[in-house]
């Protein structure tokens, strides 16, 4: 598997060379988020808005009115517990053109509590207008931003730095709304987001070995969430479904899942996978997603719980798993 | 200046006129917003009849119905900023962020010639645009700024566009005296003198009260005018019920610094009946002083 890095600041910055009315704006996160290329090559489309959220969600909200399009870098946990007013009423209610860029995302930070957005989507997706994008790999982190430019509304992105693996083909963008097939099969459905589309996939290779049917579906728009090609996934799993995120269990993919279910009168067991209404603490991303059980041995629990029965998979075989290696677009 | 600038005493009519207005919402409505109609009559009227630039009203001379919450399928809906005319890149622009002076608004667009008087008898009227608490669609509002604060960022983020793009036009925010206990009014101010913004202006009424009370006697802010100074901005203080002295002030150059307007006003200016009933931040006119009340107003 091939790891990118510096993906989003790569993007970023194509995307101003083609728009010269994007701006970026920092509340002195700016190197934390993969922005300090973009400073030195665009200086005067950088602005550092001091250690101030507030101000700098309302006034990117004055800026896009005037026709810029401001893109916030700062982490995610700060593009919405501290500023969900500014963002409601400067941003959403008016519908503006104004990109968070959410680093971090969930427990994809050692920072602790404060610096972990586990509620982020299960909150924001209740705010009108406002789109959802949660990146899962060097893919997906490519697309997003014209995703979000073209959206040409208010938009959230829990985006991912740094080494950031890349599962999914280049040549196939990731496209609004639609969610990337990984396998298909019909005794599980399984919705993956964000880092846990990496673990997902660990875990179907050995699930598939063991004869087991998933339809693997990777969810990078969130909200809004009336994909078909999620709708059919659904209704064509056998024993159920199951979700992963990187996220409570409340609010979050599993929670737009249950929605759609019941919504399509789909009378199926749904199993969410993440955090179970908690809070997490400060250390390794891998040492949270197995405490928390996010990691792919839960997730194989969760679809043994589906099938009622064992399927003796041991760590030792998702240890194993290898991933294609794409070559970098 | 405005299409033709107004006179002191034509200026100081239309500010009397403001205050008349309002009592009548208060005497038949079951109250309303009055104090702030008397603390800021003089300060309103002088900015939308001689001090700002505006151009031709484009928006419609009588209320409207809601039309309907900004969405991706309604981003055409008629808006609060067309009262002041096409956005040529000279005019000025006025953010209100005490956005429940809404009624003064609405007054001064009616004085102003911008709106028919008919208009007002849709004032808080379920299922029309002129809502007691402006929003984005409310005749002379820019934006939804009912949760102080945001708006000064705002209107600052417009100021800085403006200057990015060299327009000339000058941004304006009126705000009242208590949202300055805000954390992010200081942030911006922080900011905005950081970025001389010498664009941008905030115009204060200092009514010294808020909701609770006097604000000496809530969260005193005072000294004000020293607070600013030491954010970087050029400030004046003067008596907001001086219409010469707030159109001095407005047009008074603060290059390279933004600039504040502290205007102490007297939430019972004009009228006196008030004066034992201040502070209050939403009048309902008791039972026993309605004949006094109504007096007073046929005489206004």
Redesign the interface.
Known sequence: MKIETNTHSKSIIKLAEEHPEVLVLSADLGSSCEIKEFSQKFPDRYFH??I?E??M????????????RPFIHTFAVFCYRRVL??LE??VA???LPVVFCGFVPGITTPGGVTHQSTNDIGVLRTV??LAIFDVGDATDAENVLQMAYDYD?PVYIRQLRKNVPRLFDPSEPTQFNHARVLSEGTDICLLSSSICTEEAMRATAVLAEKGVSIEHLHVTTLKPFDDPTVLEAIKKAKYGVVTIENHTTIGGLGSAAADMMAEHGIGKRLVKVGLQDTYAHGASQMYLTKKYGMDAMHLVAAIEDLLGKSLNISEDDIAEVRFVDFTEV | MAEEAKSTEEIQAAANDIRKRILRFALDRNGCYLTQACSSAEIVSTLFLRSLKFNPSIGDRHAQPFPGVPSRDNMDYPKGWYYYGELTPDRDRLFVSCCHYAAVIYCALVEAGRMDEDALDKFNVDGWNMEMIGAEHSPGFENTAGSLGQTVSIAAGVAHAYKMEGKPGRIFCMLSDGELQEGQDWECFDLASYLKLDNFTVIADINHQQLEGWTKDCVDIEPLDKRFEAFGWKVLRINGHDIDAIDRAVQTPHPMQPMVILCDTNPAQGIPLLEDMVPKHFVRIPADKKDAFEAFYAQM
């Open positions: 808005m001091g101030a507030q101000n969600v309302s006034w990117a909200g004055g800026l896009a009115r005037e026709g810029f007013d500014q009423m400067s209610y008016p519908n009108p207008n509304g």
